[in-house]
């Protein structure tokens, strides 16, 4: 079965660039589209990159998504940190109709 | 733009049943494909059931399979998911959120959160 792993956590400083990896494992990542949630304490996911690297009405151009084959890994890239970006990020692709998520990665903004 | 407000969570006693609804509004409902995903407090996400966007495909996860029914109601615009047997391992918040399609991404609901303790 296909499956998705994150890091556990990063932390960047403000102002900085963090980039967030989720690695496939049985099968490509290219074969179906990846989207990345956000979601911070208390609150429900909302999608910030769907179908690789396409932002949703919203998202600021801080955020960017990519895949690279050769990794087999998607990659979510928040360029001028701020504190509000404090949150945890989720991958999210396909195994037939259903969904399959990375663990999660926790983003500390300090 | 979509809105999706789950309804039906609580506290229930191991074994017993809840019904859990979402309504939708504001985008198409009988063309998407529909999706629970639950989320144990302090961990991660997991996907739970899908259904087709006319009900007729239906899609779960091996742990719920034979306990856990997804259905929707297109003239309702309302997703369902009956939950029986339930088990302490059930509790969770639940989402329900709708798949991406066209040029519209993935939309989540609020949550409602289930407590399966006796």
């Known amino acids: 079965n296909f499956m998705l792993t994150q890091a556990h956590s990063v932390s960047e400083s403000p102002g900085k660039t963090v980039t967030i990896s989720c690695t496939g494992f049985?099968?490509?990542?290219?074969?179906?589209?990846v989207q990345w949630y956000q979601q911070r304490p208390g609150g429900a996911p909302t999608t910030v990159i769907y179908e690789h690297n396409r932002r949703p009405s919203g998202v600021p151009d801080r955020f960017s998504g990519s895949i690279d084959i050769s990794s087999n890994s998607a990659s979510l890239t928040i360029s001028g940190l701020k504190t509000d970006d404090e949150a945890d990020y989720y991958c999210q692709s396909y195994a037939g109709s259903s969904w399959v998520f990375g663990g999660g990665t926790k983003l500390t903004v300090l | 733009q979509a809105q999706l407000l789950e309804s039906g969570g609580g506290v229930v006693q191991p074994g017993r049943s809840l019904r859990l609804s979402c309504a939708a509004s504001?985008?198409?409902?009988?063309?998407?494909?529909m999706h629970w995903v639950r989320q144990t407090p302090g961990k991660g996400l997991e996907w739970v059931a899908a259904i087709s966007p006319d009900g007729s495909n239906k899609y779960y996860i091996d742990s719920v399979k034979g306990r856990f029914t997804i259905s929707r109601d297109n003239s309702r615009n309302t997703l369902y998911l009956q939950m029986n047997s339930l088990r302490a391992e059930d509790t969770a918040i639940y989402y329900c959120?709708?798949?991406?399609?066209?040029?519209?991404?993935?939309?989540w609901g609020q949550g409602t959160l289930v407590t399966v303790s006796s």
């Open positions: 049985s099968g490509s990542i290219a074969s179906h589209y």
């Open positions: 959120a709708k798949d991406l399609r066209g040029d519209y991404a993935p939309y």
């Open positions: 504001g985008f198409t409902f009988s063309s998407y494909d």
